[in-house]
């Protein structure tokens, strides 16, 4: 089935360091891709998508570009700010049925000031 | 606010007790999902529905019942509680035709079985 493996955490960076959270996938068609951010006490909320190869989503700093032909979905975001520590998760949906959401396992984001 | 609301936000349950989680989304969404999320293994989908009257198994829905009567509502039981249902519950719906769009979740029920 189709899965979604992301780094392992925890990462801790000091504000202003360059992100990167690497995400790849496995799907047997041709997924859309997600980014979620759980703030602490919250539910998800999406960070940004892609639905087609090449695709760059963005949103508050952050981008990830869909890349077909290496599986994967990397955020990237050039300066941190505090206010940026959560757990993030890549997600992936295939496009037929009832388009569940698979999640990968999270990584736990920390900024230092 | 429009949006996904669950109840309760927390709870605790003794062992062989019963309970119903509440998600209830003023979207008009169609589509409507139970996940449950543990340290280390991210969301994993418990059952989810496509529509009014219909609910399909995901992929940990053992020890678990669910019904959506109306299309605002959706409704997680738990029969008779174990502690290895310790987890925090999130609901979520989306518009199901357009994926594109995401989900919107809930801010989670915190569930402990002791």
């Known amino acids: 089935g189709d899965s979604v493996t992301q780094m392992e955490g925890p990462v801790t960076l000091s504000e202003e360091a360059f992100l990167t959270i690497n995400c790849t996938y496995t799907a047997t068609g041709y997924p859309s891709l997600f980014w979620y951010v759980q703030y602490p006490g919250e539910g998800l909320q999406l960070l940004l998508k892609a639905t087609k190869a090449d695709d760059k989503g963005s949103n508050k700093g952050f981008e990830a570009t869909y890349r077909k032909e290496t599986t994967s979905f990397h955020l990237e975001k050039g300066s941190v700010q505090v206010s940026d520590s959560a757990v993030y998760f890549c997600a992936l949906s295939d496009r037929q049925g009832a388009q569940k959401l698979v999640f990968g396992q999270g990584t736990r984001l920390t900024i230092n000031p | 606010n429009a949006g996904v609301t669950q109840t309760p936000k927390f709870r605790v349950l003794k062992t062989g007790q019963s309970m119903t989680l509440l998600c209830a989304q003023d979207m008009n969404h169609e589509y409507m999902y139970w996940y449950r999320q543990d340290p280390g293994m991210g969301l994993r989908l418990i059952h989810y529905?496509?529509?009014?009257?219909?609910?399909a198994k995901g992929e940990v829905p053992d020890g678990y019942n669910v019904s959506r009567l109306k299309k605002q509502n959706f409704l997680l039981g738990l029969e008779s509680a174990a502690p290895s249902q310790t987890s925090v519950y999130f609901c979520?719906?989306?518009?199901?035709?357009?994926?594109?769009?995401?989900?919107?979740f809930g801010s989670g029920t915190r569930l402990t079985v002791v």
């Open positions: 979520a719906s989306s518009w199901g035709r357009e994926v594109t769009t995401g989900y919107t």
């Open positions: 529905s496509v529509g009014e009257g219909t609910t």
